[in-house]
């Protein structure tokens, strides 16, 4: 069964620094790849997608992520986080040959210290 | 205002009591779904629907039954609500399976 997983339950940053989060998948196919952001109390907002071609995806807030097939990981990166970037983070997985099914991991929560 | 409305947004119940959770949106998506949310698990889709009258089980669709019989409306209902059922729902909304979905405020239901 297709499995998203993001090994870093929490990750705690100090503002100003690099923040880099961690998603890894199983699946035999490239599957569509997204990220998404959560602030407290919130629904869910698109960061940043990938469905084929340039592998490093720049997204809105100053996120990029980068493909890496080899290694079956999409990890989410921004240079200088800001005390807004406090949340918690789901990657998220779907591949059309599985269904039209979207699968998420278990979410990253980022605390952001001054 | 582009949106997903869903209704209630807080929801306490007894056990087996039968409920529906509405969610509405007015983008006209094709592609609309439930997820319940639960800590360290992340979001598990529930229900999706490609279409009106098209709809199909994701991870966990277990006791849970969904209708599309608008493309607007996509209402989540619990038949007989049990307490492995408290959780926090989602529903959202894409222009198709794969694209950018657009996430309601959430459903906070606890089950006794």
């Known amino acids: 069964a297709q499995s998203v997983t993001q090994p870093d339950i929490h990750i705690t940053v100090s503002e100003g620094a690099s923040l880099e989060l961690r998603c890894n998948y199983s699946y035999g196919a490239t599957p569509y790849l997204f990220w998404y952001v959560q602030s407290p109390g919130q629904g869910l907002q698109l960061l940043l997608k990938?469905?084929?071609?340039?592998?490093l995806v720049q997204g809105i807030k100053g996120f990029e992520a980068e493909f890496k097939r080899s290694q079956s990981s999409f990890n989410l990166r921004k240079p200088s986080v800001h005390w807004s970037d406090a949340a918690e983070y789901f990657c998220?997985?779907?591949?059309?040959?599985?269904?039209?099914?979207?699968?998420f991991g278990g979410g990253t929560r980022v605390l952001v210290k001054p | 205002e582009a949106q997903v409305t869903q209704n209630p947004r807080y929801l306490i119940t007894v056990t087996g009591k039968k409920l529906t959770v509405t969610c509405s949106q007015n983008m006209n998506h094709e592609y609309m779904s439930w997820y319940r949310q639960d800590p360290g698990l992340g979001l598990r889709q529930i229900y999706y629907?490609?279409?009106?009258?098209?709809?199909d089980k994701g991870d966990v669709p277990e006791g849970y039954k969904v209708s599309r019989k608008e493309k607007r409306n996509f209402p989540l209902i619990l038949e007989s609500p049990s307490p492995n059922q408290t959780s926090l729902y989602f529903c959202?909304?894409?222009?198709?399976?794969?694209?950018?979905?657009?996430f309601g405020p959430g459903t906070r239901l606890t089950v006794t």
């Open positions: 629907s490609m279409n009106v009258e098209v709809t």
């Open positions: 998220a997985v779907g591949l059309s040959a599985a269904g039209n099914k979207l699968t």
């Open positions: 990938y469905f084929s071609g340039d592998t």
């Open positions: 959202a909304s894409s222009l198709s399976s794969f694209y950018e979905q657009y």
